[in-house]
């Protein structure tokens, strides 16, 4: 069994930075990738970062510039940084994780999401 835990939610204002942080746990062999989607009321779960375990990135247009992932593949860990902050950032983020597990098979895991609400 593989477990994805996140923190680092909450309520921040316009033009405020948060930190999000998503660690794996369980039966797990290697990553091959982690990244972070979000879901807003009334919209689909769309792909906002992704990094690979060798450290190269993607950024969804919306968000370029302003947040940026990280990796520690010593702790099986991924990070969110979100700068400058806007209403339209406010979503759930869930953590993903592409992982190898001891059977050698990958399997794409996820986080239980975490809520980032971006209000004055």
């Known amino acids: 069994q593989v477990q994805l835990l996140e923190s680092g939610g909450g309520l921040v204002q316009p033009g405020g930075s948060l930190g999000l942080s998503c660690a794996a746990s369980g039966s797990i062999f290697s990553i091959r990738a982690m990244g972070w989607y979000r879901q807003a009321p009334g919209k689909e779960r769309g792909l906002i970062a992704h990094i690979t375990s060798g450290g190269s990135t993607n950024y969804a247009d919306s968000v370029k510039g302003r947040f940026t992932i990280s990796i520690d593949n010593a702790k099986n860990a991924v990070y969110l940084q979100l700068n400058s902050l806007k209403p339209e950032d406010t979503a759930v983020y869930y953590c993903?994780?592409?992982?190898?597990?001891?059977?050698?098979?990958?399997?794409?895991?996820w986080g239980q999401g975490t809520q980032v609400t971006v209000s004055s």
């Open positions: 993903y994780a592409d992982i190898t597990v001891w059977d050698k098979n990958t399997y794409a895991y």
